[in-house]
Nanobody, 122 residues
């Protein structure tokens, strides 16, 4: 069992940066693939980036490649999402999710956080 909690969201200006954190409580965090999703009002949940537990090679969605960076610190049970060059299209609630499957795509995850709001002003 894992519990996930996101933090770090907020209001930022166009072109600015934020770092989100996804902290997990529970055991064997290193054996979980962790993925960030986001959902804007009126839109479907969107894959942002995932980091598989097997090889740690990030899988980025096209919308964030070159701007966002995911990393994990298994000693702290935390996955980070560094977001740079933010624009209005990045405004959404950001969720982290975890599962033991090494694949990052798809939305069937075992554990979800409650989300953190990111708002980018133009």
């Amino acid at each position: 069992q894992l519990q996930l909690k996101e933090s770090g969201g907020g209001l930022v200006q166009h072109g600015g940066s934020l770092r989100l954190s996804c902290e997990a409580s529970g055991q064997n965090f290193m054996l979980y693939t962790v993925t960030w999703f986001r959902q804007a009002p009126g839109k479907e949940r969107e894959f942002v980036v995932g980091i598989p537990w097997t090889n740690g090679v990030p899988d980025y969605g096209d919308a964030v490649k070159g701007r966002f960076t995911i990393s994990r610190d298994n000693t702290k049970n935390t996955v980070y999402l560094q977001m740079n060059s933010l624009n209005a299209e990045d405004t959404a609630v950001y969720f982290c999710a975890a599962r033991t499957d090494s694949r990052t795509r798809g939305t069937i995850y075992d554990y979800w956080g409650q989300g953190t709001q990111v708002t980018v002003s133009s």
